[in-house]
């Protein structure tokens, strides 16, 4: 099961000053999260000791960059907010701050994972995903 809140709905009832970031995984890595009840990361976030996230900003460059040509994936959208002193903004590429969570994520901080269409040059269509969109 994919989880998909109505976007708007959610602004409604937390209220509309939701900083979202985002973590593209696998969609077989995502079910194993809601078995759980918390998203604990991918291999690479075990690996490196918490979790990568991207802002709007950065979320296609780091797909094209970790994610080209991997299909079955969901991009995730989590409210930075209640996430707390866990999430840090740290440099990584090229000195930008990329968010990162020092704890396991919490299923009820997500607004939305919904699919990350693979498109015939290997590259994902974010339409309709992010922010000032089409």
């Known amino acids: 099961m994919i989880f998909v809140a109505h976007f708007e709905d959610l602004l409604c009832k937390r209220g509309a000053t939701m900083d979202l970031i985002y973590k593209i995984a696998p969609a077989s890595l995502w079910r194993q999260a809601q078995d759980r009840g918390r998203f604990d990361g991918a291999p690479i976030d075990l690996a490196d000791g918490y979790i990568h996230f991207s802002t709007a900003d950065q979320s296609e460059e780091t797909a094209r960059k970790y994610f080209s040509g ?43 994972a919904k699919p990350l269409p693979l498109q015939p040059d290997g590259g994902h269509d974010f339409t309709g995903l992010l922010p000032n969109q089409g």
Do not use: C
């Open 70 to 112: 991997k299909a079955d994936l969901l991009l995730i959208a989590v409210d930075a907010k209640r996430l707390g002193d866990d999430l840090r903004y740290e440099p990584s590429r090229d000195g930008a701050l990329f968010p990162h969570l020092y704890a396991p994520l919490p299923l009820d901080a997500v607004v939305f």
